[in-house]
């Protein structure tokens, strides 16, 4: 089975720090994506990479970046958390186009972060 | 640019019986698929079931079924005999920038938050 892990389940960090959320795939999939969950908004995309190096905004990337050196490694980063930040944070990942050809996105368990 | 509504925040059904969650949604293309996927307390997002928009038959997994009305833009999931573990958090999605790139990003409704009560 496609195992998509996320580093934390749960993170506490204060305002203006610098948070990484890590996010790891075990089957090679070219697609990465990081998304935020907030009731009554449900998943907004904050950036997807399709390749090492590549990557796209989504539809929130403000306040955000992400890195990704590796296929298997995905990385998120807060460059200073605020208090509006406070949130889940789920990583997925898929192989090339995969949801225009009806196959499924593989998601990690979410990382629920606040910051106070 | 495609948006996906779930107008229902939450809904609750008793064991065995049926309840459907609704899902309309907005684009431009001709041929795509829509999902339902689920999400358990445990956070785990689970791929409930997929439609392919040129197919006539509405898509069917178990006690899982799609009604779509594709000229409406609906895509509503059906749960039949309803059981406690349906319990979930319910995420109607849709393939974003459908036209003309291979990265098939997601675009998800705002979520329907299931109850089974015994």
């Known amino acids: 089975d496609v195992k998509v892990t996320q580093s934390s389940r749960y993170l506490v960090k204060r305002t203006g720090e610098k948070v990484f959320l890590e996010c790891v795939q075990d089957m090679d999939h070219e697609n990465m994506f990081w998304y935020r969950q907030d009731p009554g908004l449900g998943l907004r995309l904050i950036y997807f990479s399709y390749d090492v190096k590549m990557k796209e905004k989504g539809d929130i990337p403000e306040g955000y970046s992400v890195s990704r050196e590796k296929k298997e490694r995905f990385s998120l980063i807060l460059e200073s958390a605020s208090t509006n930040q406070t949130s889940m944070y789920l990583c997925?990942?898929?192989?090339?186009?995969?949801?225009?050809?009806?196959?499924?996105?593989?998601f990690g368990s979410g990382t629920q972060l606040s910051v106070l | 640019a495609q948006t996906v509504t779930q107008s229902q925040p939450e809904m609750s059904v008793q064991e065995a019986e049926t309840v459907t969650l609704s899902c309309t949604y907005d684009t431009s293309e001709n041929n795509y698929y829509l999902f339902w996927y689920k999400q358990p307390p445990s956070r785990q997002m689970i791929l409930v079931i997929r439609?392919?928009?040129?197919?006539?038959q509405n898509a069917t997994e178990n006690r899982f079924s799609v009604n779509f009305q594709k000229a409406a833009k609906s895509f509503s999931l059906k749960i039949s005999d309803s059981q406690l573990g349906d319990t979930a958090m319910y995420f109607c999605a849709f393939p974003g920038n459908a036209g003309g790139t291979s990265y098939g990003k997601l675009t998800f409704g705002q979520g329907t938050i299931l109850t089974v009560h015994p």
């Open positions: 439609q392919e928009a040129y197919k006539q």
């Open positions: 997925a990942s898929s192989l090339e186009g995969a949801p225009l050809l009806g196959e499924k996105l593989f």
